[in-house]
């Protein structure tokens, strides 16, 4: 028998596989013969030669073969998007929206090529429609301005012949030999402007758009130190008017009027404080209104000055008052609060231990039978501890004189937010030290703000803004109710808005401003601003 | 030095015609390139299996034949069983070994069978 041997070969690895191949085969017999073959693999190498040479033959083959069957191919895809691509270079060079992609496929550049064509005709459709109603347009615009060249012209004729007809009827101010810029006026509109001017108590000057030509009514030329007689309008003082044309060229600048420098500015409307010989002071507020001619150009400025001292002094006493008003509420709230916490919330708590005591004293039986009863005593006398409580901390919140604003408006919005079930959120934007008496002032002012949103405008958001900075401190409450309209509420015949005035005055009263802005459907903000001293 | 991003930014500026050329003609020479590269290696480790069996058959039969000149001790006649060899030219050598170890009889074919002899001495220490 014959027991072939373990074929081995004399290297490993991948250069193994070209080398020499042993073969032993033992006979099992018991002869111990064996037979060593040896053979190299020249043949395995020249096929594996021959392999390779064929495969990369049939790599290049192949390559170039897909080549030119990929450039080909590849055109059923490119050449409609390359297509697409250049009309819309075309068009985007000669702006011809007539111009379309070429169609014909239903796949999804076919889709792409249809939406662009009609995306075009869309296009193109109101471009020759806006070309249209353009030509119309001008047509119109043409026909209209001969309509008014020719009813110009009429009317210009019309003024031609009555001004022929009324000879020398028509005069222009005249003042210190020049001629007042402006439209010529008539007499009987000369007159009407004078009884207009004559008859207002404020100070109204008509100051041209020449520097220094004034025409000023006698309350006016009162406030300047000149010689009424010298300027007086005898034309129109013999028609019972006082007007006064004024040189202000030949003034002091310290006497001239406030306002003077306002000619051809924007500014419509203002407050000025004035320092009278005798170190008075008077506030006027300045009316001004710019008047041109017919070419559009500046003639001049009408300006009113009106003396609102009265009416600043009242305000600043009426402020005082507030200020003091104010004060008395909050000494009154401290007090209420400390007699509620100091007489009531004593007595309370007695009763609570009374109670107990009482409780703790009765026979077993009695105390069985009434214990229903004495519960229901006890937790009264909790309840009216927590109102009591609530109460003291709504007239003073010990908040606000322990730990500051900060602290006692987060507070606020806690227990607002768990109370009614609304979102209360503060957003402080910078760091706040103690500011003194205004903390109370803008606590008030938010917690007014807050009661008004969950009483008045349904709101489901509060929104509580502080910030600071070197001068002022501003406090602004959004809310998302329903909003109203500020116009009606100003309106205290058909809604008394006592909070509002109190906040108002209450911002005022720190030299401060209060505003308000609400729209219906749309909440409402509130901003306060408090000086800081 | 080879940038991938570079490469990436020039690929996506190509024209859509070149990209698209590029993308068929890199994946077909993949997958030809990589069935070709299995082919080659299956067809070359059976080609040697087929020729480690006809090798093995061929000692057998050598083995048979000269077993009856070894019994007889007739290494002329083995010899010649070897000598039938020559026919192979891929045969380097052969060597028919006793139980003493003592070479009885071999067969050499030019240098290349020498020096492939040479390596199985060696590797039979």
């Not at chain 1, 300047?224 to 309008?233: A, I, M, P």
């Not at chain 1, 404080?273 to 006027?284: E, K, N, P, S």
């Not at chain 1, 919140?397 to 919005?413: E, H, M, S």
Request: glycine share 8%.
């Amino acid at each position: 028998m014959l027991a072939p041997g373990a074929l081995t070969d004399t290297a490993g690895g991948l250069s193994g596989i070209f080398a020499s191949i042993k073969t032993v085969v033992t006979c099992s017999d018991g002869s111990g013969c064996t037979t060593v073959i040896i053979s190299d693999t020249q043949e395995l190498e020249s096929r594996m030669k021959g392999y390779l040479g064929l495969v990369l033959l049939v790599l290049v083959g192949v390559s170039v073969l897909g080549y030119l069957v990929t450039y080909r191919l590849q055109r059923i895809i490119t050449d409609p998007l390359i297509s697409l691509v250049n009309t819309m270079e075309r068009i985007r060079a000669t702006r011809d929206y007539s111009l379309r992609v070429g169609a014909g496929r239903t796949d999804e550049i076919g889709i792409l090529a249809d939406c662009f064509n009609q995306m075009l005709c869309e296009v193109q459709t109101h471009g020759e429609q806006l070309h249209l109603y353009q030509d119309k347009l001008s047509e119109l615009i043409a026909i209209r301005t001969a309509e008014l060249v020719r009813v110009k012209e009429e009317a210009e004729a019309t003024i031609a012949n009555r001004l022929d007809a009324a000879g020398q009827n028509v005069t222009k101010p005249v003042f210190a030999g020049r001629e007042w810029t402006g439209t010529p006026l008539s007499q009987d509109e000369r007159r009407m402007l004078y009884a207009l001017m004559d008859c207002i108590d404020d100070e109204v000057w008509f100051i041209s758009a020449r520097p220094g030509l004034v025409m000023a009514n006698r309350t006016a030329g009162e406030t300047l130190g000149v010689s009424l007689s010298d300027c007086l309008d005898q034309e129109a003082y013999a028609e019972g008017f006082e007007i006064y044309y004024i040189d202000l060229n030949k003034l002091r600048r310290a006497d001239l009027p406030p306002f003077c420098d306002l000619q051809g500015t924007s500014v419509r409307r203002m407050e000025v404080a004035l320092l009278t010989d005798g170190d008075v002071q008077r506030f006027q507020l300045i009316n001004a209104e710019p008047y041109r001619n017919r070419e559009g150009e500046l003639s001049g400025t009408v300006f009113v000055a009106t003396d609102i001292t009265g009416q600043k002094e009242s305000t600043v006493s009426q402020r005082a008052v507030s200020g003091r008003l104010i004060e008395g509420e909050e000494s009154l709230r401290k007090s209420l609060a400390a007699e509620l916490h100091d007489e009531i919330g004593r007595d309370l708590a007695a009763m609570h231990i009374y109670s107990e005591s009482i409780r703790n004293s009765l026979p077993a039986k009695t105390r069985q039978r009434l214990d229903d009863k004495l519960c229901f005593v006890h937790n009264l006398l909790d309840d009216m501890s927590c109102k009591v409580a609530n109460i003291v901390s709504e007239l003073r919140p010990p908040l606000l004189d322990d730990f500051g604003l900060v602290t006692a408006l987060k507070a606020l919005a806690d227990t607002v937010s768990r109370r009614h079930l609304i979102e209360v959120d503060l957003l402080v934007v910078d760091e706040f030290p103690p500011l003194g008496a205004i903390e109370l002032s803008l606590y008030r002012i938010a917690q007014e703000a807050i009661n008004n949103a969950v009483k008045h405008s349904g709101a489901t958001s509060v929104l509580l803004i502080l910030e600071k900075d070197e001068k002022q401190v501003r406090l602004v409450v959004f809310d998302n109710g329903c909003g109203f309209d500020p116009g009606s509420h100003n309106d205290t015949a058909k809604r008394p808005s006592w909070g509002m005035t109190m906040m108002r005055e209450r911002a005022e009263s720190c030299g401060g401003s209060f505003s308000l802005e609400s729209t219906p459907g749309k909440g409402t903000r509130i901003t306060a601003i408090v000086r800081i001293d | 030095m080879l940038n991938p991003v570079g490469l990436k930014t020039r690929f996506l500026n190509y024209p859509i015609r070149r990209k698209l050329m590029l993308i068929v003609l890199v994946t077909s020479v993949m997958v030809m390139g990589m069935t070709t590269v299995i082919f080659y290696v299956e067809d070359m480790l059976s080609f040697r299996g087929h020729e480690v069996e006809h090798r093995r058959a061929l000692a057998e039969m050598v083995c048979r034949d000269t077993m009856s000149a070894i019994l007889s001790n007739n290494r002329a006649h083995a010899e010649e069983t070897l000598q039938s060899l020559a026919g192979d030219p891929h045969i380097q050598s052969a060597w028919v070994v006793c139980s003493t170890a003592a070479k009885y009889s071999r067969h050499t074919s030019g240098t290349r069978g020498r020096g492939g002899c040479q390596r199985w001495k060696q590797a039979a220490g």
